[in-house]
Nanobody, 126 residues
Framework: QLQLVESGGGLVQPGGSLRLSCAAS????????IGWFRQAPGKEREGVSC????????SYADSVKGRFTISRDNAKNTMYLQMNSLKPEDTAVYYC???????????????????WGQGTQVTVSS
């Protein structure tokens, strides 16, 4: 059974850092496109960052470029999202996701992904 389990969320002050983890089981992450998404109250789920499986290209939403870094540890079958310089507007539930493949140019589109974690809350507040 394919499963993704996130961890690492919490409360952090503006300017702080958090690292989210997403452990996969039942499949091998490095064969899939992987991504991080977030959903704030009253807003649609949006793509934050992804790694495409065809060429390993990474993509980031404009709002997080230069602050967030996506990575993958193949030995641990785990993906990460390092979040630095956090802002109150980063507050959301964060989800990891995976897909066997994604359409070129749509790697940050939630609809492209088949498998999802349960989500972890990130709150940025003083």
């Amino acid at each position: 059974q394919l499963q993704l389990v996130e961890s690492g969320g919490g409360l952090v002050q503006p300017g702080g850092s958090l690292r989210l983890s997403c452990a996969a089981s039942g499949f091998t992450l490095n064969s899939y496109a992987i991504g991080w998404f977030r959903q704030a109250p009253g807003k649609e789920r949006e793509g934050v960052s992804c790694i495409e499986n065809n060429d390993g290209r990474t993509s980031y939403a404009d709002s997080v470029k230069g602050r967030f870094t996506i990575s993958r540890d193949n030995a641990k079958n785990t993906m990460y999202l390092q979040m630095n310089s956090l802002k109150p507007e980063d507050t959301a539930v964060y989800y990891c996701a995976a897909a066997p493949w994604v359409v070129v140019g749509k790697a940050l589109a939630p609809d492209e992904y088949d498998y999802w974690g349960q989500g972890t809350q990130v709150t940025v507040s003083s």
